[in-house]
């Protein structure tokens, strides 16, 4: 069983940045691409990036598009979230997951989720 774990979460001021990172206890060949969700209260959970792990090509949902930026680490079984110019909105529980479907935002092709971090965006 893969394990996933989130960190990096925390309390932020809007504007400032922090990096989320998500370690895998291994990668195996049906986790071709590693994505980064997120969930608000009452919200439905939503994709926000996500990042091929053999070419590193990335996608981006349009909301986080130029203030954030998903890397991978494959040596370290680590994915980043560089997360920059936070808004209250940003705030969220934040988790990654992986998926053999190619580079998609859709939760529903994605499974082995981590069990999130808590990010506080404060304006």
């Known amino acids: 069983q893969v394990q996933v774990v989130e960190s990096g979460g925390g309390l932020v001021q809007a504007g400032g940045s922090l990096r989320l990172s998500c370690a895998f206890s291994e990668f195996t060949l049906d986790m071709g691409v590693i994505g980064w969700f997120r969930q608000a209260p009452g919200k439905e959970r939503e994709g926000v990036a996500c990042?091929?792990?053999?070419?590193?090509?990335?996608d981006y949902a349009d909301s986080v598009k130029g203030r954030f930026t998903i890397s991978r680490d494959n040596a370290k079984k680590m994915v980043y979230l560089q997360m920059s110019s936070l808004k209250s909105e940003d705030t969220a529980v934040y988790y990654c997951?992986?998926?053999?479907?190619?580079?998609?935002?859709?939760?529903?092709?994605?499974?082995?989720w981590g069990q999130g971090t808590q990010v506080t965006v404060s304006s």
């Open positions: 997951a992986a998926t053999n479907w190619g580079r998609t935002l859709v939760q529903s092709r994605y499974n082995r």
């Open positions: 990042i091929d792990t053999t070419f590193g090509l990335t």
